[in-house]
């Protein structure tokens, strides 16, 4: 029989049934009175072919007597199980339980104490969606195949049946029946291998540490082994498990990736965990992730040419491996004991990873730009009434699929982590992160448990505003008025729920460490208070001119501003502000514009202040805040005047910065460069930069390094604007012609950015096409859909192949028609529409109706800010 059905989530279940009585499946979670203490896992994979077999064994826990074990499965088909208890072993009846579960009853109910079930089974393994254990071609040969794995969050069930939740977390043994010339490797060390007939091996792996089911890898095909060297304090040894071939492009990765793991062991004060690190070089982005002793990282992150190792490649690679290891602490060796504290683990991760890519390299000062882009991502998201709390309910697989939100459970528990640390002082954070990793390692955790860690090192206040932030939705702002008055020098503090769309009432109140920062005829000063109420005073020892009201940009808050406040902190912008307050002011202004409590104009008047700032990242907030006009939604004359600003602010400096990257330069060159050459481009219709662009996008094409490595995506996106079908068909062409996903992918992407009807057509028609894999084609939508001539037709184009795209899709890549959608558009009639159209179809994707109706409110708000702001942007506009 084959159990089938969507993904559900839901715990092991015993019923107390006789063995020839209705069995009742279990509900989403219920107690574990029946629980695995071991799994023994045997498969026969053999890549090449759709199909695999295999069986697994499982020790069992039983607190009390009970008619039937239950099991997750999905599209799985149950060949036969047995159960063995109290010295003998019986068939056990196949109960299905559609969509996920199956149940497993004895003869007799299995009695309190120990017993074993054996199931075997057969499946199929995925080729189209790169999840549960699923297979990919690297050529076109009949052994070209390969097979990995990808089973977060509950997808371990599409491969065996299993209890399937992170709580269940145990020892596993696996052997894999493979081909002889091929690799088998999983989580633990291979403990032996023994030649078995019709030219096949089993492949024994020694048994793993506890591991929850979604953690459970390994990887079949005929792989080529790079050495990697050795790392960290016990000389782990590191291997790259790549496709055959492509060893030379890990050079990079092999660089790097023994010092990650020393950065990460001395952070923890705690050696590698897991004995190897074996990186399964996986075929897509898709997949990255932290499979203890066998990290899986995407084919485009990891396989560099040596000729094409630029700044942006480089970083991704190492901040990516940084983050998936940094789960080997936060994650795997502390597992989080239900989906509503996976933000224990994302949280953290996202908030070592910038640290530890700083230290990696720290002429990148990758911090300085990446922690002011997550905290202003987590507060455009947690700035909606829909916004979601970090620590969000799982009680549904809704509620599973929206506990990986990537603003909320990532980027603003991440913000929230940088807060504390610098409130309390790197040491001491660090002391209590290392306190709570130990306590509870090669265990499960809650946030009561990582909670009572910050109380217990660093005291009641600092656990306290961490549950403020983690309990409710939601980014407070925060005013800090300077009084005079009185002979006594003062601050008055407020506090209040931040809402993009327009200020409103909200009983909502944090704990917030405010820090502030003023400087006045008395001199200047600083200090931090603990903002518990709606508002508070604090005084001050001398009166002064202005205030910075979060130092270093590290408070998760927003700040308001004044008119008043702002021409006070102008005269002394460059010199008194370090560059993360000139970028976070930046945000806070823009956000009040939005908003509407800080009028258009005079966020309009800092643009000249920001764009003549020496530092990059300062310069590209001062270009940010001239799409404050919204150039997509501009009538044609406002558009044409939108260019001629973007010429004469940015013009002569984008003349400046080249083609490819100067010996010495900042390396937030390496974004800037292209994000000014593509303004002059696009929006300036400098067609001098165009041709050039078509010149160097022919030369790439025939030569991979005619072009900087960080410059070809943007130099193919601007030869398109030249609207070339010639260039249209030679992408087209060459995009036929490699096999390297990434550049295929690149290629076929660049196709959505040409606007002529009918070559953006012919972009589109590729995607419901047999000729192109979809994950390679979405590009082209991706891109076209928020272009302001394209994205009308290209939304008709999606409501009609809507069915035929998302069958194709997992879940979390069709959540992007619901939570991306939207935004491509900024007016009622068209809100209206995606909504009429997306609504109902979102009761039938997992995590879709959230997703949509965070995007729609997005939509309303650039409505009411459009609307509300027309009269500046017209005003400032006129200009030029």
Not at 697 to 712: L, N, Q
């Amino acid at each position: 029989m084959r159990i089938a059905g969507l993904v559900v989530v839901s715990l092991i279940a015993v019923t107390s049934l006789g063995a020839d009585a209705p069995l009742t499946p279990p509900p989403f979670r219920l107690p574990t009175s029946v629980r695995p203490t071991k799994y023994a896992l045997d498969l026969k994979v053999v890549p090449a072919q759709p199909t695999y077999s295999g069986s697994v064994t499982i020790d069992l826990a039983i607190d009390a007597p009970a008619a039937a074990v239950w099991l997750h499965a999905v599209d799985l088909a149950i060949d036969g199980a047995e159960v063995r208890a109290g010295g003998t072993t019986s068939a056990a009846r196949v109960v299905p339980a559609p969509p996920d579960l199956v149940g497993f009853a004895p003869v007799r109910p299995l009695a309190a104490g120990k017993a074993q079930l054996v199931v075997r089974f057969h499946g199929k393994m995925d080729s189209e969606k790169s999840r549960g254990l699923y297979r990919v071609s690297e050529g076109a040969g009949p052994d070209d195949w390969y097979a990995y794995t990808f089973f977060e969050p509950i997808d371990a069930r599409r491969t065996f049946p299993c209890f399937d939740e992170p709580s269940f977390k145990v020892p596993w043994n696996i052997t894999l029946h493979v081909k002889k010339s091929h690799v088998a490797l999983g989580n633990a060390a291979v403990a032996s291998e023994k030649d078995e007939p019709d030219g096949m091996k089993a492949v024994t792996l020694a048994e793993s540490r506890p591991l929850p089911s979604y953690l459970v890898a390994f990887v079949v095909g005929p792989f080529d082994l790079v050495d990697g060297g050795k790392g960290g304090r016990a000389n782990t040894p590191i291997r790259f498990i790549v496709p055959r071939g492509r060893g030379g492009e890990t050079r990079y990765a092999r660089e790097v990736t023994g010092r990650i793991v020393k950065l990460l062991e001395d952070h923890f004060d705690m050696a590698y965990p897991f004995g190897k690190l074996d990186v399964a070089v996986v075929p897509r982005f898709w997949g990255t992730m932290e499979h203890p002793g066998i990290v899986a990282l995407g084919q485009p992150l990891t396989l560099i040419k040596p000729t094409e190792e630029g700044l942006h490649r480089k970083q991704a690679y190492a901040n990516t491996a940084i983050h998936e290891l940094a789960h080997y602490w936060f994650g795997d060796v502390v597992t989080c004991k239900w989906w509503d504290d996976v933000w224990l683990n994302e949280s953290l991760g996202t908030w070592l990873d910038t640290k530890i890519t700083d230290q990696l390299e720290p002429s990148w000062k990758f911090a300085l730009g990446r922690d002011g882009q997550i905290t202003s991502s987590a507060m455009g998201t947690d700035g909606q009434p829909t916004a979601q709390k970090i620590r969000l309910p799982v009680t549904t697989n809704d509620a599973i699929q929206n506990s990986f939100d990537n603003d909320i459970t990532y980027f603003k528990g991440a913000s929230m982590l940088r807060m504390l640390e610098s409130w309390v002082g790197h040491d001491k954070f660090r002391g209590a992160i290392r306190k709570y990793i130990r306590a509870h390692q090669w265990g499960n955790a809650d946030e009561v448990d990582f909670l009572a860690a910050l109380k217990s090192e660093l005291g009641a206040p600092v656990a306290e505003v961490m549950a403020s932030f983690v309990e409710q939705p939601g980014v407070p702002i925060v005013s800090v008025e300077p009084r005079c008055d009185g002979g006594k020098p003062r601050a008055v503090l407020t506090q209040k729920r931040f809402f993009t769309a327009g200020d409103r009432p909200s009983p909502a109140r944090w704990k917030i460490p405010v820090c502030m920062r003023w400087g006045g005829d008395g001199g200047g000063g600083q200090m931090c208070t603990l903002l518990e109420q709606a508002s508070a005073e604090v005084a001050l020892p001398s009166c002064p001119k202005w205030v910075m009201p979060n130092v270093e940009a590290a408070g998760y808050y927003h700040s308001r501003y004044d008119g008043r406040a702002l021409a006070a902190l102008e005269p002394v912008f460059a010199s008194s502000l370090t560059v993360r307050e000139r970028v976070m002011m930046a945000a806070d202004v823009a956000a009040e514009a939005e908003q509407g409590t800080l009028p258009l104009g005079d966020a309009f008047k800092l643009v000249p202040s920001f764009l003549r700032d020496e530092d990059l990242r300062v310069f590209d907030k001062g270009v940010s805040l001239l799409f404050l006009t919204n150039p997509r939604e501009l009538g044609d004359s406002e558009r044409a005047a939108f260019g001629r600003a973007v010429v004469k602010l940015v013009g002569a400096r984008a003349r400046t910065v080249g083609w490819a990257p100067k010996d010495g330069e900042d390396p937030a060159m390496a974004s800037v460069r292209p994000m000014l050459l593509s303004l002059v481009a696009r929006y300036g219709g400098d067609s001098s930069v165009i041709a050039e662009a078509r010149a160097l996008a022919d030369k790439w094409i025939a030569d991979r390094k005619a072009v900087a490595p960080d410059m070809v995506q943007p130099v193919l996106m601007m030869a398109a604007y030249g609207e070339d079908p010639k260039l249209f068909d030679r992408l087209v062409a060459e995009a036929r012609k490699v096999s390297d996903r990434r550049e295929r992918t690149l290629l076929l992407g660049t196709l959505g950015v040409f606007r002529s009807p009918s070559l953006s057509q012919r972009a589109l028609a590729l995607l419901p096409g047999k000729e192109f894999d979809l994950r390679d084609t979405m590009q082209i939508a991706y891109r076209s859909i928020y272009d302001r001539v394209n994205r009308e037709t290209t939304w008709s184009f999606l409501k009609k192949h809507f069915d035929a795209l998302t069958a194709k899709m997992r879940e979390d890549e069709a959540m992007w028609f619901f939570g991306g959608v939207p935004n491509a558009f900024c007016d009622e009639k068209h809100r209206k529409d995606v909504d009429a159209f997306l609504t109902p179809r979102a009761k039938t994707h997992t995590g879709a109706p959230h997703a949509l109706e965070d995007a729609l409110e997005s939509a309303r708000t650039c409505e009411l800010a459009l609307a509300r702001n027309r009269p500046a942007i017209s005003a400032f506009l006129k200009q030029f």
